[in-house]
């Protein structure tokens, strides 16, 4: 493996209904099953914050690419769903919405950027063929 820039680090004890804290203690939460699983949903689950990571990284990697372009694209708003859907046989699957503002550019500007966020970002790398990803920019589908 590549050396890598910069490496994350947290523990979880318990799991779902556990706890999780980062090594620098700058995050450290109650995670709890969401009440459409059973849960008392009175803490964060893995979906929530996935959907936050996601979309921080998708934001930031489309304003990255629109300076690379001359465009200023750092005013997006992302509402990003991260879904656990049932499948045949038991195990859930994930699946992820993007939701995409970007106000300062044209929908065609915007668009071209989600595209290429899309390539690049590396949470959609990530999953890319193992997650049904949907994206919308400025009302358009991609």
């Not at 318990?14 to 450290?28: F, I, M, P, S, V």
């Not at 009175?42 to 372009?69: D, H, W």
């Not at 950027?113 to 790398?125: D, F, I, M, N, W």
């Amino acid at each position: 493996m590549t050396a890598p820039t910069y490496t994350a680090e947290a523990r979880v004890t318990g799991g779902r209904n556990g706890r999780g804290r980062t090594a620098d203690g700058r995050l450290d939460l109650t995670l709890r099953l969401p009440k459409e699983m059973g849960g008392d949903g009175e803490g964060v689950n893995p979906e929530q914050l996935f959907a936050i990571g996601y979309a921080a990284c998708f934001g930031s990697t489309m304003s990255v690419l629109g300076q690379r372009k001359g465009l200023e694209a750092d005013d997006s708003e992302i509402d990003a769903r991260a879904m656990l859907i049932p499948t045949e046989g038991g195990p859930f699957k994930l699946g992820v919405e993007l939701d995409v503002t970007l106000p300062s550019l044209t929908d065609a500007e915007a668009a071209d950027l989600g595209r290429a966020a899309h390539r690049l970002c590396p949470y959609s790398s990530a999953i890319r063929g193992n997650v049904d990803v949907a994206i919308v920019v400025n009302g358009t589908r991609l």
